[in-house]
């Protein structure tokens, strides 16, 4: 599946109970080729960033960092599968797992939402 989420704006609709990002985080897309990258915050992260690569099965391989509102550093690792919605938008299953804290896994769900 060939999807270029370059200008792609995301917000959480699931996610497990360890994991921080809530509907309150919005994560801003960009994409140069093979590469993916985000900028994320909101609810209890002050600011995050992720780095992806996408894979032949058009999954993406990410790693993530952000900052909490408790001013703790976090990490973790992130396999996301995309779905085109019938209306064109994209929804990104997620399987993540921490490489900080408690180093739990869990799994969310984003949604893409239009901005204007």
């Known amino acids: 599946m060939s999807v270029d989420y370059n200008g792609r704006v995301f917000k959480a609709i699931e996610n497990s109970s360890s ?3 809530s509907g309150d985080t919005v994560f801003r897309y960009f994409q140069g080729e093979k590469v993916v990258w985000a900028e994320y ?5 002050v600011r995050g960033f992720l780095i992806a690569t996408v894979l032949e099965d058009g999954k993406l391989d990410a790693r993530y960092q952000h900052v909490n509102r408790s001013g703790e550093i976090m990490t973790g690792v992130c396999s996301t599968t995309p779905e085109v919605l019938a209306d064109g938008r994209l ?3 997620e ?5 900080s804290g408690d180093g739990s896994a869990g799994e969310s769900v984003l949604e893409e939402v239009q901005v204007n």
Do not use: A, F, N, S
């Open 91 to 93: 929804r990104l299953h």
């Open 19 to 21: 994991g921080e990002v």
């Open 95 to 99: 399987k993540w797992q921490w490489t």
């Open 41 to 45: 915050g909101g609810g209890e992260i």
